[in-house]
């Protein structure tokens, strides 16, 4: 089996990472979303990035705007001028009225400012893959030219990875399945990805096993609940997507996987055990 082009040892990413900025907590991919997260302790978030008519890329999940702005119809048909103009935080409740839509170069420079991580999913247009995921990977690179670890990039959409490994072919990419798909193993060392992230539904302990024996670190979306967490941890998962942002603050501010916690606490118990040594 190939390996893939774009090896990352040690792995630079934290393993605890805010879906969509906060998950539930706060509007979806909006600034206030991502400031919640940070506030919680999250060091890495994932979003969804997309362009606008005129090819500015920001952020939004669904190819329509209704479910979380103000704004009706597909979202990259607007230029940016008229989607900036839109409030992406009322249908989230009352405190986060007016909140606009996020473009990606605005989150670069916040995330730097405060050393936070980041992946970016492409999520394009419908019939726009391969222009987002080349325009993404460009801007990505232009942006983060000075961060030691760029952003992980990744998308279900193979054309989209595609391009923006043609574009940029030193950034890292993580392929998106939201079942267990045996040959996307092969697609995403293809591609050069350094990363499967798969619905969490569909890992368990041997395919988290196959997924590292093709060279590949193992992500899950969407974790809730802490039990189906600590199961996925235990089969030597390699990051955790989470909208529970306020139910897993203190693992994500300790910032590491719980296996490596329980040694570390193991040590801990160890030391205080020792009897203290009085000098005579």
């Not at 392929?175 to 969490?200: K, S, T």
Request: charged share 25%.
């Amino acid at each position: 089996m190939p390996t893939p082009t774009t090896p990352l040892d040690p792995w630079p990413y934290p393993c605890w990472i805010a879906h969509r900025g906060a998950g539930s907590q706060a509007p979806e991919n909006t600034l206030a979303a991502f400031r919640l997260g940070a506030e919680h302790g999250f060091g890495m978030f994932e979003c969804d990035v997309k362009l606008s008519a005129d090819g500015e890329p920001f952020l939004l999940h669904d190819a329509e705007l209704e479910r979380t702005t103000n704004g009706q119809g597909l979202a990259g048909a607007l230029t940016w001028d008229a989607l900036s103009r839109l409030d992406a935080g009322s249908w989230h409740g009352r405190a986060h009225a007016g909140e606009p839509l996020l473009r990606l170069e605005n989150l670069a420079r916040w995330l730097q400012a405060l050393g936070l991580m980041v992946n970016l999913e492409i999520k394009p247009t419908p019939g726009d893959d391969a222009r987002t995921g080349r325009v993404v990977a460009d801007r990505v690179a232009q942006w983060w030219a000075q961060a030691e670890v760029k952003p992980l990039l990744s998308s279900f959409s193979l054309e989209a990875l595609d391009a923006a490994r043609d574009a940029q072919p030193d950034l890292p990419l993580a392929l998106l399945v939201d079942r267990w798909i045996p040959e996307a193993i092969d697609q995403a060392v293809e591609l050069g990805c350094c990363a499967l992230v798969v619905h969490q539904a569909f890992l368990n302990d041997r395919r988290i096993e196959i997924i590292h024996e093709a060279g590949l670190k193992a992500l899950a979306y969407t974790v809730n609940e802490a039990e189906r967490a600590d199961t996925l941890w235990a089969g030597g998962l390699d990051g955790l997507i989470t909208d529970r942002v306020d139910a897993f603050e203190p693992q994500a501010r300790l910032g590491l996987r719980p296996g490596h916690r329980m040694k570390i606490d193991h040590l801990i118990a160890e030391s205080a055990s020792v009897p203290e040594i009085v000098p005579e």
